[in-house]
T-cell receptor
Framework: AQSVTQLGSHVSVSEGALVLLRCNYSSSVPPYLFWYVQYPNQGLQLLLKYTSAATLVKGINGFEAEFKKSETSFHLTKPSAHMSDAAEYFC???????????FGKGTRLSVIA | KAGVTQTPRYLIKTRGQQVTLSCSPI?????VSWYQQTPGQGLQFLFE???????NKGNFPGRFSGRQFSNSRSEMNVSTLELGDSALYLC?????????????FGPGTRLTVL
């Protein structure tokens, strides 16, 4: 069975600082991995996804994530935080095929001016 | 293209009642998934429909049910509401596969059970 662990339910960074949100997964087969963002009172929006192509995945809004099989990790980074990045971020995993996504508990990102 | 729409956006019900939520997927998308989001349990998968057939089902009691119509629109129903059913219910649509194809989420329906 697949599972996702997001370290840190709340992360706070200063505007302009590096954003690092951690995600570790458990999967019996090479998985597909996703990062979604949720702004208040909205649904989820896909930031980026890994589907066994390049291990470094670039997404929208300057975010990127690197798939590290040896560490079973898929951490999300952004070089310079912006106030508009304040939101909740979810990591999700699924094996290839028509299997539903399993989401982590989420990490709330706060950006301090 | 219009995004995923969900109606209504907000609902208030009392215990024991039933409720129906509606989801209209992006045009051309054949897969519709439903999720329940609560502060304690996070995002939990309810079920997925593809071409009017339930293809995947999460671990929820039988009070939660759904269906999909020939135009891919989907509804979910919760009978005999309990206080713990208060949550944000999210619908997501994708072209075909729930894995490789990107899932696009609607804004959700906020259900409050009193």
């Amino acid at each position: 069975a697949q599972s996702v662990t997001q370290l840190g339910s709340h992360v706070s960074v200063s505007e302009g600082a590096l954003v690092l949100l951690r995600c570790n997964y458990s999967s019996s087969v090479p998985p597909y991995l996703f990062w979604y963002v949720q702004y208040p009172n909205q649904g989820l929006q896909l930031l980026l996804k890994y589907t066994s192509a390049a291990t470094l995945v670039k997404g929208i809004n300057g975010f990127e994530a690197e798939f590290k099989k040896s560490e079973t990790s898929f951490h999300l980074t952004k070089p310079s935080a912006h106030m508009s990045d304040a939101a909740e971020y979810f990591c999700a995993v699924t094996p290839p095929g028509n299997t539903p996504l399993v989401f982590g508990k989420g990490t709330r990102l706060s950006v301090i001016a | 293209k219009a995004g995923v729409t969900q109606t209504p956006r907000y609902l208030i019900k009392t215990r024991g009642q039933q409720v129906t939520l509606s989801c209209s997927p992006i045009s051309g998308h054949r897969s519709v998934s439903w999720y329940q989001q609560t502060p304690g349990q996070g995002l939990q998968f309810l079920f997925e429909y593809f071409s009017e057939t339930q293809r995947n089902k999460g671990n929820f009691p039988g009070r939660f049910s759904g269906r999909q119509f020939s135009n891919s629109r989907s509804e979910m129903n919760v009978s005999t509401l309990e206080l713990g059913d208060s949550a944000l219910y999210l619908c997501a649509s994708s072209l075909d596969s729930v894995g490789a194809d990107t899932q696009y989420f609607g804004p959700g329906t906020r259900l409050t059970v009193l």
